[in-house]
């Protein structure tokens, strides 16, 4: 794998044993758990024809995936979730989530720019962009009520796949 990716990895596992509420992982467990589980389904899904691909000399985009659902997943979910706002300003709740959208936003981008990333078949970088504030305010939703949020993301997953026009066989 590139230097760049896991010193990426390894700055955010810092930053979550620093920032993150990595003492109380059983509490975020099961919102791990579900962006894992969606990147997982993601990738069995369009195997034949992605939307974006890791582009790494040493490894397949599906270990490189693997990698990062295991390692940068857990990782955001600890130094996001407990430091959402709880009170109901919605302002507040906004702007958080753009704050960790940008900054993921700027990850993606560094990688892309080093060609650590490709997309494919339509996407662009501002889709990723939207996938960020999807994924943290789906985070949000499955933390509270989970069959809600597995519910938007299935939606979400075929709604995109026919947006890409994604052949049907890849459905099945």
Not at 14 to 30: C, E
Request: proline letters at 4%; charged letters at 10%.
């Amino acid at each position: 794998m590139n230097l760049l990716h896991l010193l990426t990895i390894f700055g955010l596992v810092i930053i979550m044993f620093i920032f993150g509420d990595w003492r109380n992982w059983r509490k975020y467990y099961p919102t791990i758990l579900f962006l894992i589980a969606g990147n997982l389904f993601y990738n069995h899904m369009v195997q034949d024809m992605r939307l974006w691909e890791w582009t790494t000399p040493f490894f397949t985009h599906q270990f490189s995936s693997a990698l990062w659902s295991f390692t940068v997943y857990p990782t955001m979910v600890l130094i996001y979730m407990p430091y959402y706002p709880k009170e109901k300003s919605y302002i507040k709740q906004i702007l958080f989530i753009l704050c960790y959208v940008v900054g993921f936003s700027m990850i993606e981008y560094i990688l892309y720019y080093f060609k650590h990333i490709t997309y494919q078949n339509g996407w662009k970088y501002l889709h990723s962009i939207a996938v960020y504030f999807l994924m943290f305010s789906i985070m949000i939703v499955h933390h509270r009520r989970p069959i809600i949020a597995w519910l938007i993301y299935f939606i979400i997953a075929f709604l995109a796949l026919r947006i890409f026009d994604m052949p049907y066989r890849v459905l099945l």
